[in-house]
């Protein structure tokens, strides 16, 4: 790991593998789903480290675009982002109140998402100590069982005269569970319960959608959406807001070579060469957040060939076979593609089992990232910034 090596050797150094992020399409993607859901609102999830792309350069280019309400996963990333931020902004804690935090939260000015009876009752608490009401976001459980109160806290709540004395609700919301399924049955159940639930509260405002909420229909909008994985690239369906790919992934070349039929290749020797094949050493592995799902599956790409992953993949290197291009195409040194215009993030996903947001959380802070802004891009090492 590079961190902390002086800037003098930085500029003479060569880097494994380069994460480029591109923040003019952050930002295109930003107001590309604020105008598609206009004129509801439209918020950033910046949580776990902004999708694992950075905060630090996220969150303002999400700012410079117009975004003022933020939401995190927990406390700790609230204290992070608010030093990005002008006063005018809002930060959301999805994850909610922790016991023990109501003092932070409540001095930092965050607002809570208050998931449970006990986290409602512990702001409650909270206000009547400080004498002035708190500021939270109440969510409800309207059918994902994962966070929020249920419908008869909710209206226990409601019922409650001194509730809204002591807790200033600045949003009343709920999650989609199937958001991104073709039926949407299940989130019309979803929103008809959360619509009956928020009634009870009449002067909050409400959110339900996610990045694919925005894609159902304007009754999903409210009066915020809470849009994550469309800011950082992924696709929405046709009709909903249009998204442009942020991330780009590519990694060096350490060796190539040639090898006979019957040759093995990589831990286990779970793949043996049928015909001569010629292979190329990519520094690029599980610990960059390559996923070993990959063994065996998946590819690299260059110049719009297809270079599919052969043997496992190891912790700082794959193997892919590259006979389908000439020879001398690649030297050694070379950076071939391994999320790009050839393979999206979503195809790594699908090849790997799993889905763009954990490939995207998982990738680690070995590349070099590349930051493109105002058409201009600029390298740093993952360790200088988050
Ligand atoms: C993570 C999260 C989001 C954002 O979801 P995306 O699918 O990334 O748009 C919105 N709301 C809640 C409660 C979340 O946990």
């Known amino acids: 790991m590079c961190v902390g090596m002086p800037r003098a050797k930085l500029e003479k150094m060569t880097f494994s593998s380069e994460l480029t992020i591109d923040l003019d399409a952050l930002a295109a993607n930003y107001r590309s789903l604020r105008d598609h859901v206009a004129p509801a609102a439209c918020g950033a999830v910046v949580k776990a480290n902004a999708y694992g792309l950075g905060v630090a350069r996220v969150v303002p280019a999400l700012h410079r675009a117009g975004c003022r309400t933020f939401f995190v996963a927990q406390l700790c990333e609230a204290f992070e982002i608010q030093p990005l931020l002008d006063t005018d902004c809002t930060i959301v804690i999805l994850n909610g109140l922790d016991p023990g935090a109501e003092d932070a939260c409540a001095d930092a000015g965050f607002i809570p998402a208050l998931n449970a009876p006990g986290a409602v009752e512990r702001w409650r608490v909270a206000a009547r100590r400080r004498g002035h009401a708190l500021p939270a976001a109440l969510q409800f459980d309207t059918g994902m069982s994962r966070l929020g109160v249920d419908a008869e806290t909710a209206r226990r709540l409601a019922d409650d005269p001194q509730f809204q004395q002591e807790v200033s609700l600045r949003l009343v919301m709920t999650h989609l569970a199937c958001a ?144 389908a291009l000439p020879e001398g195409t690649l030297q050694e040194g070379d950076m071939v593609e391994l999320i790009g215009p050839g393979q999206s993030l979503d195809a790594v996903a699908a090849d790997a089992g799993t889905i763009s947001y954990e490939i995207l959380t998982s990738l680690g802070r070995r590349h070099a990232r590349v930051h493109i802004e105002r058409g201009i891009a600029t390298t740093c090492l993952a360790g200088e910034i988050h």
């Open 180 to 323: 991104d399924e073709p039926d949407t049955s299940v989130s019309e159940r979803q929103l008809s319960r959360f619509e009956e639930l928020a009634t009870l509260f009449p002067s909050a405002p409400r959110s339900i959608a996610n990045s694919f909420g925005t894609a159902l229909p304007p009754a999903f909008h409210h009066d915020i959406a809470r849009a994550g994985i469309a800011l950082y690239g992924v696709p929405l369906p046709e009709g909903a807001a249009v998204i442009r790919p942020v991330i780009g992934l590519r990694a060096r070349i350490m060796q190539i070579r040639e090898i006979a039929a019957g040759t093995g290749v990589g831990y286990g020797l779970t793949y043996t060469a049928q015909t001569g094949r010629r292979l190329a050493t990519i520094a690029i592995g599980y610990a960059d957040g390559w996923p070993r799902t990959l063994s065996n599956r998946g590819a690299a790409w260059h110049a719009g060939e297809r270079l599919p992953i052969v043997g496992r993949v190891s912790m700082d290197s794959i193997m892919v076979d590259i006979s």
